[in-house]
């Protein structure tokens, strides 16, 4: 087995050992393989576990991927999505995990009805108030969520966050309920089911899973370090 193959292993048992942890089904959660940076032939190798779900954050990067990649994996965008790369992204990915304004879930909703198209997407949430993260407050999300979910080609399914980067996972685990309880308190509000909840990346998946985490994002874990610059 590569080395990737043999990380993806033991990161499927550690979410197994979350999930039981937390009396959770483990089919519940769904491991997000972050390939950005990384080749088309780190992904052909990840796929030798059985692993179909990867995550890309940058349009450019993952159009001269994604073709080179086997086929028929499911792709989520996970990064910060720039209005003019719409119309590039939505043949690219089958979920995007991070709209982060009104704008640009009209927009996407938008192309996608122009090309026939319905697309899942989850709403970001900037739990810690960090001016470095992108993504709704909680007060935005209370006010815009009633037109977010009412956009004609994009079916919001969950909610996101990034939680502030700390040596300790436990210093996400509140940032993570949060976002459960946020996703609670809208689910009862609008009558609008959010089944998923991405949260989690390879410092802090553990947590996630056990504050209720459908799709965690694991990058570094998997493929090792990237270039500082990403
Ligand atoms: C890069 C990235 C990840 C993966 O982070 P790791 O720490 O490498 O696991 C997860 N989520 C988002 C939004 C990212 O940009």
Redesign the pocket.
Known sequence: MSNIATRISGILERIHAAAERAGRNTASVKLVA?S?THPADAVAMATATGQQLF?E?RVQEARGKIPCCPQGLEWHF??HLQKNKVRQALPLFDVF??LDSVTLARNLSRVAEETGQQIRGLIEVNISGEATKHGFTPEALRAEFPSLIALPALHIIGLMT?APYSENPEEARPVFWQLRELREEMQKAHDHPLPDLSMG???DFEVAIEEGSTLV??????FGE?PAI?
């Open positions: 972050v950005k995550g954050s996970i990064g995990h991070s990034m990346m390879s410092g994002r694991v990058g570094t874990a998997i990237r990403i």
